[in-house]
């Protein structure tokens, strides 16, 4: 498949057509002949610009640090993160059935912020490659390593260096605009929420998770040691990170359990039992500890929570009135403790 004609990508400097050089280690623009180039399967349409976000997950989804390889090695690691939970499941079955049809032209998605290559490997699979046209964008370098874990890929897709808070450079619109926990991390989410929308095709789908919005408690105390950890870098910032587990694996050995008599809606917290490091989780500080995350990818879930410049969090009314004013009509809805989700249909 030849991928930069299957999207129809553009040159973001002045919007012609982008061709394939020869030996594939470019792409050039057709109109400017600015060249772009194609590393590892990976188009770079940002080449050498970069951000704090993108250095931050370039280290978090490092082939040193192997998320998408832990994933794949136990199973109940999917069921633990949230892209594993609310309505992912049943959204990525509707694709990949509709993939196994074969259907000409391909059923087309747009993964915007495609990070370590999960949802490219619940989509592009032995089955599917022949029917799914899939395009994933992110701004990080370690992008390559992810056309290395996930060879059907070179039969349908394409990965691209790009800011998702821009409007994606192709002349096609998509069947499937996915945004799973990522609009947050970039500086104007309605920015780039307006972007996802224009690369969407009447009648075609809009699936976004978005950090959702805690107690005051949490909020403040969550903030207080962004502030601290945001100015660090990368490997300083992932060491102190471990010190969240720590903590989350010290209260989750304590073995009782907190009665809360009545609601308390100044914290958030409803009347109930609750394991000491849930309640400090879920109402007071972010300290995340998994058995079967272990030291390692616990820390990374921390460094994931704190490092990043941008993460905004969200009442669920806000991103109603979003889908409303792009006059897409919200199909589904569901939520976790820790995020929203929201399935949109774009109306005619
Ligand atoms: C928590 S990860 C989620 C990755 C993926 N969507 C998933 O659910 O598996 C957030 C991702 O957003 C990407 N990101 C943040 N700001 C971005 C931007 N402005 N443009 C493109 N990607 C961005 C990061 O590089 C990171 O890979
Ligand atoms: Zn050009």
Redesign the pocket.
């Given at each position: 498949m030849d991928t930069l004609q299957q999207f129809g990508l553009l040159c973001p400097q002045c919007g012609s057509a982008l061709l394939q050089e020869p030996k594939n280690n470019s792409a050039v623009c057709s109109g400017c002949r600015n060249p772009y180039p194609i590393e590892r399967g990976v188009l770079n349409l940002l080449r050498d610009e970069t951000t704090s976000?993108?250095e931050h997950?370039t280290l978090q989804?490092s082939r040193e640090k192997g998320f998408l390889q832990f994933l794949k090695s136990q199973a109940e690691v999917k069921k633990i993160i949230p892209?594993g939970q609310m309505g992912w499941n049943d959204l990525f079955e509707e694709i990949r059935a509709k993939g196994r049809t074969n259907p000409s032209p391909r059923v087309s998605v747009y993964d915007a912020?495609?990070?370590?290559g999960?949802?490219a490997s619940e989509l592009v699979q032995d089955d599917t490659a022949g029917g799914i046209a899939y395009l994933g964008?992110?701004?990080?370098r370690s992008l390559g390593d992810i056309t290395q874990e996930i060879p059907q890929l070179a039969l349908c897709g394409q990965l691209i260096r790009?800011?998702?808070?821009n409007p994606l450079p192709a002349a096609q619109k998509f069947d499937y605009v996915i945004c799973?926990?990522?609009l947050h991390?970039?500086p104007d989410p309605r920015r780039t929420f307006a972007s996802l929308c224009k690369a969407l095709k009447v009648g075609g789908r809009l699936a976004i998770t978005v950090y959702r919005k805690k107690g005051l408690a949490r909020e403040t105390l969550d903030d207080a040691f962004r502030k601290a950890i945001i100015p660090m870098d990368t490997r300083e910032a992932f060491a102190v990170s471990r010190q969240f587990a720590v903590l989350g694996r010290a209260l989750q050995a304590i073995q009782g359990e907190v009665s809360i008599e009545e609601d308390l809606p100044l914290f958030g917290i409803k009347k109930g039992s609750y394991p000491v490091q849930t309640l400090i989780y879920n109402y007071f500080l972010k300290c995340f500890w998994n058995p079967v995350f272990g030291e390692e990818y616990s820390t990374l879930v921390n460094y994931?929570w704190y490092h990043p410049p941008f993460a905004y969090r969200y009442e669920p009314e806000e991103i109603l009135g979003w889908y409303r004013e792009e006059g897409l009509e919200v199909v589904k809805r569901d939520g976790i403790e820790a995020q929203y989700y929201f399935l949109g249909e774009k109306k005619a």
């Open positions: 976000t993108d997950y989804w892209g912020a495609c990070g370590f999960g949802i964008a992110d701004i990080h790009w800011d998702i808070g799973r926990a990522a991390h970039t994931d």
